[in-house]
């Protein structure tokens, strides 16, 4: 019975009140998630007398953190996309095989991640950006946090099959009770316990562990309609090669937003020194901000777009994705305004230090110049990931980052006397060409291919 009322809602309910329905505690779970992000950030950076390099060793230790991410959504963004279409053909005994596989897989990436970033922390920050002073804060903060990578990557990859089966509230629910509880332990352990990052590092181990079981205990239990079974926690290349094909687009999207973060540090504390890689942290949580609501609204969209792909009713299929586009552009909007007109505001929220505030600032109004668009550019790469097109959304999450961005890091300092704007430069500049490329590259293969399989 709860199968068939899933399978209906996503088959027949009208598309924006079942848009509104799913996207609304995904974004919920991801602004949610964002402050479990971004709380870490904004209390060490206002620790007394060492807040503002202590935020910059944080900042160098982002890499990691968001490659463990990575991990877990190459698997979780693979795997749940592959399910649903499964489920929109009626076959929920592959469905549960996806799900069982993808189990054994993350619980082994997770053992790899741990004993590599352990064991190589410090050599690992100091290539990413750190410097002698930022060090004794990124070191002590990056080992206590990969012994908890496990909760991590279950929570994370997990979750995502839990809102693809159209159960998006408990998926909310998930992120909440781990950002709650993470914000109620921060200045607990941090200042209370006098602990500093290694109390903020303590406090999401904890509340990511807190997580996880809640993640499993949903999936082993009565209410899902897909479930974790012990016959099918295993590796089968025919079930993962699939799920692995399709989850390298997002794990290049997150994975190279850690390439990525390392070549900034680097060169801006090259040109600009550590406050100038303090000024890139809070950029990056700005940026964060701009990012986690609309992969919320995508992950609202994906179940539909996916089901009813499998289901080969493609006029859900188009309508679900024009609502998403245009509430994705809106929020883009609304964020790239906020950032033009009180840069200083956001600023002062991750720092009260007045030179890294002004500095922060300036590079602001630069590096999120035309971030205004970027809603389309996350609307049809996440729907080519629904469709399934692996090879169409690899291409479009290699070509803003590797193809353009990470380049023009390095190139365009050779053109500007201000090495430090150059730098900054190359995000608004890539963003621009990127969103042209997708929405051209969309437009003419996605929406074209909607109309062949309607007729």
């Known amino acids: 019975m709860e199968q068939t009322t899933e399978q209906n809602k996503l088959a027949v309910m009208p598309v924006g009140k079942l848009l509104v329905s799913l996207a609304m505690p995904a974004i919920a779970a991801q602004i949610v998630n964002l402050l479990y992000n971004m709380v870490d950030r904004i209390y060490i950076g206002h620790i007394p007398g060492v807040g503002s390099l202590a935020l910059t060793g944080l900042g160098v230790t982002l890499p990691v953190v968001i490659l463990v991410a990575a991990f ?30 993808c189990v054994f897989t993350l619980i ?83 200042f209370a316990f006098d602990m500093g990052v290694r109390g903020a590092a303590l406090a999401t181990v904890l509340s990511q ?14 209410k899902t ?78 179940p ?4 009813n792909y499998g289901a080969k009713n493609m006029d859900r299929v188009r309508k679900a994705f ?16 906020l950032a033009m007109l009180v840069p200083g505001g956001l600023a002062k929220i991750f720092s009260s230090d007045a030179a890294t505030v ?17 809603g389309a550019q996350i609307a049809c790469q996440q729907t080519f990931v629904a469709l399934g097109k692996a090879v169409h959304s690899l291409f479009l999450a290699v070509l803003r980052k590797i193809i353009l961005l990470i380049p023009m890091i390095y190139i365009l300092p050779h053109f500007f006397e201000n090495k430090v704007f150059a730098v900054f ?24 291919l909607m109309k062949k399989v309607e007729r």
């Open 72 to 101: 877990a959504a190459l698997v979780g963004f693979g795997g749940a996309p592959r399910a649903s279409i499964a489920m929109g053909k009626g076959d929920y005994e592959t469905a549960e095989r996806i799900l069982g596989n």
């Open 108 to 190: 082994c990436l997770a053992l790899v991640l741990t004993a590599g970033f352990y064991v190589f922390a410090e050599p690992i920050l100091y290539a990413f950006g750190a410097s002698e002073d930022t060090i004794v804060y990124a070191l002590p903060y990056l080992q206590l946090y990969v012994l908890g990578s496990i909760f991590v990557l279950l929570t994370t990859g997990l979750n995502a099959f839990i809102t693809s089966q159209g159960f998006a509230s408990v998926g909310m629910k998930t992120v909440m009770i781990g950002a709650g509880l993470n914000i109620v332990l921060d200045p607990l352990f941090i």
């Open 209 to 222: 562990a807190v997580s996880a079981v809640w993640v499993v205990l949903f999936l082993c239990g009565k």
């Open 225 to 302: 309609i897909l479930h974790i079974r012990r016959k099918n926690i295993k590796f089968s290349f025919r079930i993962m090669g699939p799920v692995l094909a399709l989850g390298v687009s997002p794990f290049i999207m997150q994975s190279t937003e850690s390439l990525l973060s390392v070549c900034f540090n680097t060169s801006l504390q090259k040109y600009g020194g550590d406050i100038a890689v303090g000024a890139m942290t809070i950029l990056a949580s700005i940026m964060q901000f701009s990012m986690m609501p609309l992969q919320g609204l995508t992950q609202g969209m994906q």
């Open 304 to 307: 539909i777009v996916s089901f």
């Open 322 to 337: 024009l609502l998403t586009l245009g509430s994705c552009l809106c929020y883009s909007f609304t964020v790239w305004l």
């Open 358 to 374: 002004e500095y922060t600032r300036w590079a602001m109004r630069i590096y999120m110049a035309v971030s205004c668009v970027f």
């Open 425 to 448: 430069l190359a995000e608004p500049v890539s963003d621009l060409l990127a969103v042209t490329t997708t929405v051209t590259l969309f437009f003419c293969t996605a929406w074209k």
